[in-house]
């Protein structure tokens, strides 16, 4: 039952394999199941296959932090924030940018 989520949208990927938010909720899920190689290969598959799809960004950024890869993580919400701002989606930018600027403004 515990990977039920997990299966029930690879079934539909198998319908839409290349459909981007059922994409993004399954590397949710392995975000979750703490499963960051699994969520990270679709993440950057994401960004390949679906760059303007900009929810990626922002929790692909916060895997790269959890996993101290700074630098990655700016690129990623540097990138993510000229997408939101592409797609005139003021909210997304929004978080891209605090997000971002935790990073660039933590005093360590």
Do not use: C, W
Not at 43 to 71: C, D, M, R, V
Request: hydrophobic share 35%.
């Amino acid at each position: 039952m515990e990977n039920s989520r997990i299966e029930q949208i690879k079934l539909f990927l198998k319908e839409s394999p290349d459909d981007p938010f059922l994409n993004y909720a399954l590397a949710i899920e392995y975000v979750a199941k703490k499963n960051q190689a699994e969520a990270k290969d679709i993440f950057q598959k994401l960004i390949t296959k679906n760059p303007e799809y900009s929810a990626t960004y922002y929790h692909y950024g916060k895997l790269l932090l959890s996993e101290n890869k700074k630098n990655e993580a700016i690129e990623i919400f540097e990138k993510g924030i000229k997408v939101a701002k592409q797609n005139n989606e003021q909210h997304a930018a929004s978080e891209l940018l605090s997000a971002l600027n935790e990073i660039l403004y933590d005093e360590d």
